[in-house]
């Protein structure tokens, strides 16, 4: 089975910064999916970024980017120029090629100082 | 809206009594997505649905849990003889295979409190 792991309960960015959350997953697949989600507080969650496993370019959506070791099964997101916004819960998931089901990490919360 | 919703937001109930939940996926997408996420944890799946079809079962979903989808629209979810370890926010996500059904999108979740 796979497993997904966030080893950061709690991070901590000052507004206009860069910071970086770790994930780290165990497959023996080699074809799957890895993303990354957004849970403000109380609201629904939302797709940041994906990063299909056969690509070796990493994914990129405007301040949001990954560095995706598929050797190390290492799968980090980026956020350049943290807002206020971006104060939330996030989770790394990741889906098998073969499969439908999410497996999800544990979270980090991500809290952003003005 | 076209986003997934899903209703009630929030229920609360007395142990032993059965509860049902709804969730309304985003209009044409054919598969249906179960998760349970309690507090301070990602979310674990449930169960899947594609059309009218439940295809996949977590083992976390004992005999008291039941899903359908009847009509492939929206889907509910029901828990016969809540358990105060029910607790938890359940949370609906929606595809479309047509797209290869990647990208999930989920609804706001029912919170249910258990007493």
Not at chain 1, 9 to 15: C, F
Not at chain 1, 77 to 98: E, H, P, T, V
Not at chain 2, 82 to 102: F, K, P
Request: hydrophobic share 30%; with cysteine; charged share 20%.
């Amino acid at each position: 089975a796979q497993t997904v792991t966030q080893s950061q309960p709690e991070m901590s960015v000052q507004e206009a910064e860069t910071v970086t959350l770790s994930c780290t997953y165990d497959t023996s697949e080699s074809d799957y999916y890895l993303f990354w989600y957004k849970q403000p507080p109380s609201r629904q969650m939302i797709l940041v970024i994906r990063q299909e496993a056969y690509k070796q370019q990493n994914a990129t959506e405007n301040r949001f980017s990954v560095n995706f070791q598929k050797a190390a099964k290492s799968f980090s997101l980026k956020i350049s120029d943290s807002q206020l916004g971006d104060a939330a819960m996030y989770f790394c998931a990741y889906r098998s090629n073969a499969g439908n089901m999410l497996t999800f990490g544990g979270g980090t919360r991500l809290m952003v100082k003005p | 809206d076209t986003g997934v919703s899903q209703n009630p937001r929030h229920k609360i109930t007395k142990r032993g009594q059965n509860v049902t939940f709804r969730c309304d996926p985003i209009s044409e997408h054919n598969r249906l997505y179960w998760y349970r996420q309690t507090l301070g944890q990602g979310p674990e799946f449930l169960t899947y649905f594609q059309n009218e079809a439940q295809l996949e079962k977590s083992r976390l979903l004992s005999d008291r849990f039941s899903a359908e989808r009847p009509k492939g629209s929206f889907s509910t979810l029901e828990i016969q003889r809540t358990e105060q370890g029910d607790s938890a926010m359940y949370l609906c996500a929606s595809s479309l295979s047509r797209l290869g059904g990647v990208e999930q999108f989920f609804g706001p979740g029912t919170r249910l409190t258990v007493l």
